[in-house]
C-alpha cells in the first residue's frame, strides 16, 4: 500500500474528504507549517501521526526547507499532498520529490495563481471556474494538471459563496486524484498528465446557461 504525507496550515477540510474517502493509502502522517492549524487535531482524531514544524523557530527559510524535507522523508512516502499548505516550497524540496508532490489549487489552473483565486474570478467576470489537482513543480501553481472540476459562477455570487461552490468540488477531485496515484494510473508525458482508464465526460458546462 501507498504511503502519503499531507502537508496543511489550516481549516483541514480537503485533509478530512481524503480521510473520509477511505482511500487505499497509509495516511503516514500530517505536517503543519502552523502549531494553531485545525486540521491538526482532525488528524489526531483520525488516529494519525502528526508533525508540527514552525518556520519562525529556524534560522531561515533554508533551514526550514532542509528539515521539513528530511523529517517528511523519514516517513518514506510514496506521495507528499498539499493540502492548503500556505508556504511555498524551495527549489531543493521540489526537487528532491519530483513526481511525488500534488496541491489543490482553488481555481482552474492556469488561470489565477496564486491567493485570493475567487475574488480574481469575480472581478475578471468568468462565467466557470473552480478547483485544480496539480503536480508540484518549481513554479508556483503550475505544473502537470491531473484532474480539474468547474463550477458556475452566479451572478449574485460573492468570494464566500463561491468559495464553498468550488470547495465541495475540491472534496471530490482530491481524493479522486490521490486514488488515481495509489492505483499507479497517472503517467506524465510531455508535461501533461495522461490519467490511464479514465473516460472524459463529453458534456459541457455552460453558464449561463443558453436558451435552446
Ligand atoms: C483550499 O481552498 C485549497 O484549494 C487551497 O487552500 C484551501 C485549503 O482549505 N490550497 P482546507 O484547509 O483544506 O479546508
Not at 485533509?15 to 491538526?40: D, T, Y
Not at 528539515?67 to 524551495?90: T, Y
Request: hydrophobic share 50%; net charge neutral.
Amino acid at each position: 500500500m501507498k504511503s502519503i504525507v499531507v502537508l496543511i496550515s489550516g481549516r483541514g477540510s480537503n485533509l478530512e474528504a481524503i480521510l473520509k474517502a477511505r482511500l487505499p493509502v497509509k495516511i503516514a502522517a500530517v505536517v503543519s507549517n502552523n502549531p494553531r492549524a485545525k486540521g491538526l487535531s482532525i488528524a489526531k482524531a483520525h488516529g494519525i501521526e502528526t508533525l508540527v514544524l514552525d518556520y519562525k523557530q529556524f534560522a531561515g527559510r533554508a533551514a526550514f526547507d532542509a528539515e521539513l524535507a528530511s523529517r517528511i522523508a523519514a516517513f518514506k512516502p510514496d506521495l507528499i499532498a498539499l493540502a492548503g499548505f500556505m508556504l511555498i516550497l524551495g527549489d531543493s524540496f521540489v526537487k528532491r520529490f519530483a513526481g511525488r508532490v500534488i496541491n489543490i489549487h482553488p481555481s482552474l489552473l492556469p488561470a489565477f495563481p496564486g491567493l485570493d483565486t475567487h475574488a480574481k474570478a469575480l472581478r475578471a467576470g468568468v462565467k466557470i471556474h473552480g478547483c485544480t489537482v496539480h503536480f508540484v513543480t518549481s513554479e508556483l501553481d503550475h505544473g502537470p494538471i491531473i484532474v480539474q472540476a468547474a463550477v458556475p459562477v452566479l451572478e449574485a455570487d460573492d468570494s464566500e459563496t463561491l468559495a464553498a461552490r468550488v470547495l465541495e468540488q475540491e472534496h471530490r477531485i482530491y481524493p479522486q486524484a490521490i486514488r488515481w496515484f495509489a492505483e499507479n494510473r497517472l503517467v506524465i508525458e510531455n508535461q501533461c498528465v495522461r490519467v490511464m482508464g479514465a473516460e472524459a465526460m463529453d458534456r459541457a458546462l455552460l453558464s449561463p446557461g443558453v436558451d435552446e
